[in-house]
């Protein structure tokens, strides 16, 4: 379930601030793979972390609100706070802007309050670059053909986005198998399962 790599070397991060600082959490995964159900569920049962909520200029899904699941905002809303510096990283994936509020998670990291990103493999690597000191989690479906099903069940995509989805997700695969960048890989065949490993890992850089 969990990669070689997750013995527990990493050293801790430091962000300045008050004597417990926070720490950043940072999930990756392609589309379809459930982190964000995978998140939802952690949320609920960990009181001291707190989900970065990031902006999108992407329609909000059925079931979706705004200032819960994301911030949904029009493109030159997005430009206007890329602009004045205001992401701690963005991206531009599959047409839709995408980006993590800075003042925001640095402030929660200042009071203590460890703090959830939820982004994919290319904003990941940004902000592996910014904060070197986070901890770098991926999640990867059991296989392809897992993947593709559980797109297809989703059904908020059309057969060629799938497809579209699906070689980028191919791609990231490739780049999760980097020992720099990802710390922790976790393959979500269950949802149970993959909450409790996570919880392990959360539990285990907490101590350090």
Same mark, same amino acid.
């Given at each position: ?14 962000? %300045?601030?008050?004597?417990?600082t926070g720490r ?32 999108t200029t992407r329609?909000? /899904? ?23 510096? %205001? ?24 009071? =203590?309050?460890d703090v959830l ?5 290319? =904003? ?81 850089? /907490?101590?350090?």
């Amino acid at each position: 379930m969990l990669s070689k790599r997750a013995a527990f070397t990493k050293s801790a991060a430091h962000f %300045g601030g008050s004597s417990r600082t926070g720490r950043l959490f940072v999930i990756s995964a392609s589309s379809g793979t459930g982190k964000t159900t995978l998140a939802r569920e952690l949320l609920k049962e960990d009181k001291n972390l707190v989900q970065s909520i990031s902006y999108t200029t992407r329609p909000p /899904r059925v079931n979706e609100h705004n200032g819960e699941d994301y911030f949904f905002v029009t493109k030159k809303e997005f430009l206007d706070k890329k602009n004045r510096r %205001g992401f701690l990283e963005n991206a531009n994936v599959f047409g839709h802007h995408y980006g993590t509020p800075k003042k925001e998670v640095d402030e929660h990291l200042k009071r =203590g309050r460890d703090v959830l990103l939820l982004i994919d493999v290319q =904003g990941a690597k940004k902000v592996k670059k910014k904060r070197p000191g986070a901890v770098f989690i991926f999640l990867t479906p059991p296989s392809k053909e897992e993947l593709h099903q559980r797109l297809n069940k989703r059904g908020t995509e059309s057969k060629k986005e799938i497809r579209r989805r699906l070689r980028v997700a191919t791609r990231e695969l490739v780049e999760l198998n980097d020992p720099v960048l990802c710390d922790y890989r976790i393959v979500n065949r269950n949802i149970s399962t993959a909450r409790e490993v996570l919880k392990a890992i959360i539990r285990a850089e /907490r101590v350090k």
